[in-house]
C-alpha cells in the first residue's frame, strides 16, 4: 500500500473507530438512566430529581461537554496520522487504537462525575440536599457505565483491529515487533474479558435489587428485562470473541506445524494481534524462515561438496587435521580433452562438462562414493571416508564399471549429434590415507592425503600406457570378496610406479 493511500485509509479507520466508541458510550450512558434507579431514595433525592428537572438545559450542556471532549482527544489522536512522516506512526497508532479509543471514551464518565459534583455543589445553595446518597447512587451508575463502555468498544476495535484493520497494515505479521506498540498480556485480557462476561452482569444485578429492596418479589420491570437480556447478549458476544482470538491464532500455529511437519518451510502464518498469541506468531515466521534460510545454505553446500562431506563437517568436524582411515581412492581424466575443447566455444565445453560429470556424479553416489574434488576435467572420488563403508574397494570397481557404462551411454548420444566419441581412465588404489580438514584456519577444505592417493593418480595415468580405460592395483583388487566382481578382475602387467621402490600388479577388466 502506497504511503498516502496508507495514512488516508489509516485515517478513516481511526475515524470509524470513533464513531464506534462515541455510539457503544452513548448506549450505556441510555441502559442504566432508562431505568431510574437509586439507591437513596428519599425527600432529599426528590429534591434533587427536581431541581435536574428545571435545569435541563444546565445538565444538557454537562453531557455535551463529556461527550465532545473526548470526542476531541480521539480526533487528536487521529489527526497526526494524516501528517504521519514514515509508516510506522500509522501502524502504531491504529494497532493501539482499541485501548488509547476506549480509555479516552471512559475518561467521559469521570469527567462526568466531575461535573455532577460541581452542580451538586450548586443546587445545596439553594436546595436541602442528602449529598452522600446522592454521590453514591451517582459513583454506582457512572461505574455501571464506564466498564459497560469501555468492555464494550474495546473488544469491537479490538476484533476489528485483529479480523480486519491489522491484515491489511501487516499482511506479513510482525504487529508485535513494531516500535511503541502497546503488548497486552494474557492476565490483562482474561481480567477484561472476566469483567465483561461477570464483574459487569453482576454489579447491575446486585444495584438493581438493592435499590429497588422494596419492591423485591415484585414482577421485574420491562425495562429491568431488557437490561437484563442485553447484558446476557453482550456477555455471550464478548465470550465468543475471546474464544476467536485464541482459537484463530492456535488453529493457524497448529496448521502451520503441519505444514512444516510436511517438509513445507515456506509457509508463513498471519497472527494480527499485538499480544502473546502476535508474538508467537511472529517468532513462529522468523523460525520457518531461518529454517529455510538454513536447508536453502544446506542444499547449496550440498552443491560445493559432497553431501556426505557436509553432513560431516555440519556435526562439528571443522576443526584442522585428521584421522588415518582406510579407502579407496579413484582417479578418472578425460582422454585427449584440450584438444577436444580447443574446438569447442566455452559455453559448449561447460555444457559438456556439466552432462559428463552428472553422469560420473550419478554412479560414484550410488555405489557409496563422494566426489572429492574436481580437477579441471578429472575426477577424485573416495569411498569409505568420511563414512564408512562395508567393501570400500568393492565399491569403487563397481562404480568404475557403471563409469564406463555411463560413457558408453553418452557416446551414443554424441554419436547421434554427428560428434566424436569421449574416451577416459579411471585408476583404482586401496590403502591408508590421513583424511581430515586441511587449509588454514580462514579455508578449510575436507580431503585425503598420502601415498595412496599419490598412487591412485599414477595408475590412472597408466592407462594411456596400457591402452585401457581402467586399471586397480593389487591392494584393491585384493580387497574384492564379492564372486561376481572378482571373476571380472584380469591381470595386466606389473609395473614400476614413479616414487616406489616395489613394483605393482595391475589389474583391469576381464573383459573390455
Known amino acids: 500500500m502506497q504511503a498516502a493511500k496508507q495514512k488516508t485509509f489509516g485515517f478513516c479507520v481511526l475515524f470509524l473507530y470513533m464513531l464506534i466508541t462515541g455510539l457503544v458510550h452513548f448506549i450505556a450512558s441510555m441502559v442504566p438512566s432508562s431505568l431510574d434507579l437509586l439507591i437513596f431514595d428519599d425527600e432529599f433525592t426528590q429534591n434533587w430529581k427536581a431541581f435536574i428537572a428545571g435545569h435541563e438545559a444546565l445538565m444538557a450542556f454537562a453531557i455535551i461537554i463529556c461527550f465532545a471532549l473526548p470526542a476531541a482527544f480521539c480526533l487528536l489522536y487521529a489527526l497526526p496520522v494524516l501528517r504521519a512522516a514514515d509508516s510506522e506512526t500509522v501502524k502504531r497508532r491504529v494497532t493501539n487504537a482499541p485501548t488509547f479509543l476506549s480509555a479516552i471514551g471512559a475518561s467521559g464518565w469521570v469527567l462526568n462525575y466531575m461535573l455532577e459534583l460541581s452542580v451538586l455543589a450548586y443546587a445545596g445553595t439553594f436546595i436541602e440536599i442528602k449529598a452522600s446518597g446522592i454521590l453514591l447512587s451517582s459513583a454506582m451508575i457512572l461505574l455501571l457505565e464506564c466498564l459497560i463502555s469501555f468492555e464494550l468498544s474495546y473488544f469491537v476495535l479490538e476484533a476489528l483491529n485483529r479480523f480486519w484493520a491489522l491484515r491489511i497494515f501487516f499482511p506479513n505479521g510482525g504487529v508485535a515487533k513494531t516500535k511503541g506498540v502497546f503488548h497486552p498480556s494474557f492476565s490483562v485480557l482474561f481480567a477484561e474479558f472476566f469483567v465483561a462476561v461477570s464483574v459487569c452482569p453482576i454489579l447491575f444485578l446486585l444495584y438493581a435489587l438493592h435499590a429497588n429492596w422494596k419492591n423485591f418479589g415484585s414482577a421485574p420491570s420491562t425495562d429491568f428485562i431488557i437490561c437484563i437480556t442485553l447484558f446476557m447478549l453482550s456477555a455471550v458476544i464478548v465470550m465468543l470473541f475471546f474464544m476467536k482470538i485464541i482459537s484463530a491464532p492456535l488453529n493457524c500455529l497448529s496448521e502451520g506445524m503441519k505444514r512444516i511437519k510436511a517438509g513445507d518451510l515456506s509457509v508463513r502464518i498471519r497472527i494480527a494481534s499485538n499480544d502473546k498469541l502476535g508474538a508467537l506468531g511472529d517468532s513462529f515466521n522468523d523460525m520457518t524462515a531461518s529454517l529455510q534460510e538454513k536447508e536453502f545454505i544446506q542444499k547449496t553446500f550440498g552443491r560445493f561438496v559432497d553431501p556426505a562431506v557436509r553432513d560431516h563437517l555440519l556435526q562439528g568436524n571443522t576443526c584442522l587435521g585428521g584421522e588415518i582411515c582406510e579407502c579407496t581412492v579413484l582417479f578418472c581424466d578425460i582422454r585427449n580433452f584440450t584438444a577436444m575443447s580447443e574446438k569447442l566455444r566455452p559455453e559448449e565445453v561447460v555444457s559438456f562438462l556439466n552432462a559428463y560429470f552428472t553422469k560420473m556424479e550419478q554412479c560414484i553416489t550410488r555405489n557409496h562414493g563422494i566426489i572429492n574434488k574436481y580437477i579441471g576435467d578429472a575426477v577424485m572420488a573416495l569411498f569409505g571416508a568420511p563414512a564408512k563403508s562395508q567393501n570400500h574397494a568393492e565399491d569403487a570397481f563397481s562404480a568404475a564399471i557403471e563409469m564406463k557404462d555411463a560413457l558408453a551411454g553418452l557416446n551414443a548420444q554424441r554419436s547421434a549429434g554427428h560428434l566424436p566419441p569421449v574416451g577416459f581412465g579411471i585408476g583404482l588404489h586401496s590403502g591408508d590415507v590421513l583424511a581430515g580438514n586441511i587449509g588454514s584456519d580462514t579455508r578449510l577444505e575436507y580431503t585425503v592425503i598420502g601415498d595412496t592417493v599419490n598412487t591412485a593418480s599414477r595408475i590412472e595415468a597408466l592407462c594411456k600406457e596400457y591402452k585401457?580405460?581402467?586399471?586397480?592395483?593389487?591392494?584393491?583388487?585384493?580387497?574384492?570378496?564379492?564372486?561376481?566382481?572378482?571373476?571380472?578382475?584380469?591381470?595386466?602387467?606389473?609395473?614400476?610406479?614413479?616414487?616406489?621402490?616395489?613394483?605393482?600388479?595391475?589389474?583391469?577388466?576381464?573383459?573390455?
Open 468 to 512: 585401457t580405460d581402467l586399471l586397480l592395483s593389487e591392494a584393491t583388487a585384493g580387497r574384492i570378496l564379492a564372486p561376481a566382481l572378482k571373476q571380472r578382475i584380469r591381470v595386466i602387467g606389473e609395473t614400476a610406479i614413479r616414487g616406489k621402490t616395489d613394483t605393482v600388479r595391475l589389474f583391469s577388466l576381464a573383459h573390455g
